[in-house]
C-alpha cells in the first residue's frame, strides 16, 4: 500500500509540474478517455481544468462526432491574465494569497487559456467592522457600494 501512495503522490506531482507548465506557456490540454476504460480522471483532469481544456469520455462508437465537437471550443486568449477589485469592504475568500493585495480587495490571477466556455468564479465576504475602520471606510454612512460586471 506505501507503495501505492508513493507511486501516486509522485504522480501528482508530475501532472501538478505539467499544469504549471502548461499554464505559462499558454498550452492548453484536453483529455479524450475511451468509455468502459479505466484511467485516473481526477489527476488527469486538473490538467485540463488548469489548462481550460476539457475532458471528454467518448464512446467507441460516436469518436468522430466527439473529436469534431472538442475542436470547436477554440483557444481565445493565452496566458490571460484577470484583476478584480472589491470595494474596501469586502474582501475575497478563499484565493491563493499571491494573487491578493491591497488587504484581499485585490485580486491579480494568471487564468491560462481562456475559450469561449471559460467561466471563472470568485467568493468574496464582508469586512469586520474593526478591519473597515483600519482601512477607512466608513460604515456608519455606507449605504451602498459599486458593482460593475
Avoid at 506531482?13 to 499558454?26: I, L, P, T, V
Avoid at 478517455?33 to 467518448?58: H, M, Q
Avoid at 478584480?84 to 480587495?105: C, I, M, T, V, Y
Wanted: charged share 30%.
Amino acid at each position: 500500500m506505501d507503495g501505492d501512495s508513493s507511486t501516486l503522490t509522485k504522480a501528482e506531482q508530475f501532472y501538478n509540474q505539467m499544469a504549471s507548465f502548461a499554464k505559462e506557456n499558454g498550452i492548453s490540454i484536453s483529455i479524450i478517455s475511451i468509455k468502459g476504460e479505466g484511467c485516473k480522471l481526477d489527476l488527469l483532469g486538473k490538467l485540463a481544468d488548469e489548462t481550460s481544456g476539457s475532458v471528454t469520455r467518448v464512446d467507441p462508437k460516436d469518436i468522430t462526432n466527439d473529436f469534431a465537437n472538442i475542436l470547436k471550443n477554440e483557444v481565445l486568449g493565452t496566458n490571460t491574465n484577470i484583476k478584480l477589485r472589491l470595494h474596501r469592504a469586502f474582501k475575497f475568500r478563499n484565493e491563493n494569497e499571491k494573487d491578493l493585495s491591497a488587504s484581499a480587495s485585490l485580486c491579480v490571477k494568471n487564468v491560462g487559456n481562456v475559450t469561449k466556455a471559460t467561466e471563472l468564479t470568485f467568493e468574496y465576504a464582508n469586512r469586520a467592522d474593526e478591519e473597515c475602520m483600519e482601512l477607512g471606510v466608513d460604515i456608519e454612512n455606507l449605504k451602498s457600494v459599486p458593482f460593475q460586471a
